[in-house]
């Protein structure tokens, strides 16, 4: 199963799901912590060996082990962190880990997957393509059962989950969707969205979560506190806020096509014929002409490309995927030139027709 994970740019979440023209994916995380260990930042070796230990054997008596994999980092390579981390299945912090008693649960889909000793001793998540947040709750919380079965979690009956951050005190569960909002960026509304996004209780961040850098047009979006709201709260404001944000985005590419059919057109067939043609090309510029092909694709100028392709050749040009692709290490103007090759090929291979971008209604 881990071959796969790290072998593949495949993850279920790059699959066509509701909504998926703007909302690529959704997530529910569960933080949870054990009740007579140590928070992690607080482990040793010794505290760490038993919390670990307590996790595999709650693991080995659920019905969680003919399902998922456990993988200690002590067995994977910094490569291989990272290449789990650029597909969303870890997070950049737990990705920079090298502890022995650190690691992971997963599926071979990357669907279910729980850190384990990150900021907290359990993050337990589920990934799912298009806007399906409900969903995934629902199968975090059979996992989130199926440990506590075995477990012990630290809780109070006033605050909730105890977790590492008071910011996750409470239900312990952060929901998010990612988002591909060109038009709102392209119409100079983003400001305006993010500020009505923050009043309601929301967080916008970048592609990778929590200090990570917006690219590509790609917003993870997800709830700021946890304490006080109960999930079915989070969930049902999250969704609401989530098709606002999809009306308007899709209201404004209606605009652009209306109002300026040939320049965006122009747009997106530059960006095409430069992803296709170019011999060199960074990761940032990469993603922004992954953006406009995206829109192009979904709104009916690019023909023949599957949203599907776009999102694995997300993952697929980033820094650990390139090298492990190579099979070497490279240095950033190495992976530039090869990006351009991965990209080229990615591109031409799901054309169904060789010939250049069809616009559409011409």
Same mark, same amino acid.
């Given at each position: 199963?881990?071959? &796969?994970?790290? *072998?593949?740019?495949?993850?279920?979440?790059?699959? =066509?799901?509701?909504?998926?023209?703007?909302?690529?994916?959704?997530?529910?995380? +569960?933080?949870?912590?054990?009740?007579?260990?140590?928070?992690?930042?607080?482990?040793?070796? #010794?505290?760490?060996?038993?919390?670990?230990?307590?996790?595999?054997?709650?693991?080995?008596?659920?019905?969680? #082990?003919?399902?998922? %994999?456990?993988?200690?980092?002590?067995?994977?390579?910094?490569?291989?962190? !990272?290449?789990?981390?650029?597909?969303?299945?870890?997070?950049? &912090?737990?990705?920079?880990?090298?502890?022995?008693?650190?690691?992971?649960?997963?599926?071979? &889909?990357?669907?279910?997957?729980?850190?384990?000793?990150?900021?907290?001793?359990?993050?337990? !998540?589920?990934?799912?393509?298009?806007? !399906?947040? =409900?969903?995934?709750?629902?199968?975090?919380?059979?996992?989130?059962? %199926? +440990?506590?079965?075995?477990?012990?979690?630290?809780? &109070?009956?006033?605050?909730?989950?105890?977790?590492?951050?008071?910011?996750?005190?409470?239900?312990?569960?952060?929901?998010?969707?990612?988002?591909?909002?060109?038009?709102?960026v392209i119409t100079g509304q983003l400001?305006?969205?993010?500020?009505?996004?923050? !009043?309601?209780?929301?967080?916008?961040?970048?592609?990778?979560?929590?200090?990570?850098?917006?690219?590509?047009?790609?917003?993870?979006?997800?709830?700021?506190?946890?304490?006080?709201?109960?999930?079915?709260?989070?969930?049902?404001?999250?969704?609401?806020?989530?098709?606002?944000?999809?009306?308007?985005?899709?209201? +404004?590419?209606? *605009?652009?096509?209306?109002?300026?059919?040939?320049?965006?057109?122009?747009?997106?067939?530059?960006?095409?014929?430069?992803?296709?043609?170019?011999?060199?090309?960074?990761?940032?510029?990469?993603?922004?002409?992954?953006?406009?092909?995206?829109?192009?694709?979904?709104?009916?100028?690019?023909?023949?490309?599957?949203?599907?392709?776009?999102? %694995?050749?997300?993952?697929?040009?980033?820094?650990?995927? +390139?090298?492990?692709?190579?099979?070497? %290490?490279?240095?950033?103007?190495?992976?530039?030139?090869?990006?351009?090759?991965?990209i080229k090929e990615k591109l031409t291979?799901? #054309?169904?027709?060789?010939?250049?971008?069809?616009?559409?209604?011409?």
């Amino acid at each position: 199963m881990s071959s &796969d994970l790290l *072998n593949s740019t495949y993850v279920r979440w790059m699959e =066509e799901g509701p909504e998926s023209d703007i909302v690529i994916s959704s997530r529910v995380r +569960l933080a949870r912590n054990l009740q007579t260990v140590p928070f992690p930042h607080l482990l040793d070796e #010794k505290t760490g060996q038993t919390c670990w230990q307590q996790v595999q054997q709650a693991w080995q008596k659920s019905s969680l #082990k003919n399902e998922l %994999e456990l993988l200690s980092f002590s067995n994977l390579t910094a490569l291989d962190r !990272q290449i789990l981390m650029e597909k969303h299945l870890i997070s950049p &912090d737990h990705a920079e880990a090298n502890k022995s008693y650190q690691g992971l649960l997963v599926d071979k &889909d990357g669907l279910l997957a729980i850190m384990i000793n990150e900021e907290d001793h359990l993050r337990i !998540q589920c990934l799912l393509p298009g806007l !399906q947040i =409900e969903e995934c709750y629902k199968k975090a919380q059979l996992v989130d059962d %199926e +440990l506590e079965s075995n477990l012990s979690f630290a809780f &109070d009956e006033q605050r909730g989950y105890l977790t590492a951050c008071p910011t996750n005190v409470g239900t312990g569960m952060r929901a998010s969707v990612m988002l591909h909002l060109p038009a709102i960026v392209i119409t100079g509304q983003l400001n305006a969205v993010v500020h009505y996004i923050g !009043q309601l209780g929301l967080t916008v961040r970048g592609i990778y979560g929590e200090g990570s850098e917006a690219m590509g047009n790609f917003f993870q979006v997800s709830n700021q506190i946890t304490l006080g709201q109960t999930e079915e709260d989070i969930i049902a404001n999250l969704t609401a806020v989530t098709r606002q944000i999809i009306q308007q985005e899709r209201t +404004l590419r209606e *605009n652009l096509k209306n109002q300026m059919n040939i320049q965006l057109e122009d747009r997106v067939c530059r960006a095409y014929g430069i992803l296709t043609n170019a011999r060199v090309i960074t990761s940032s510029e990469a993603l922004g002409h992954l953006s406009e092909v995206r829109l192009g694709v979904n709104m009916g100028i690019i023909d023949g490309i599957q949203p599907y392709a776009l999102n %694995e050749l997300v993952v697929a040009i980033r820094p650990a995927h +390139l090298q492990k692709r190579a099979g070497r %290490e490279m240095d950033a103007g190495s992976r530039d030139i090869h990006r351009a090759e991965v990209i080229k090929e990615k591109l031409t291979s799901h #054309k169904t027709k060789p010939d250049s971008p069809q616009a559409a209604g011409n």
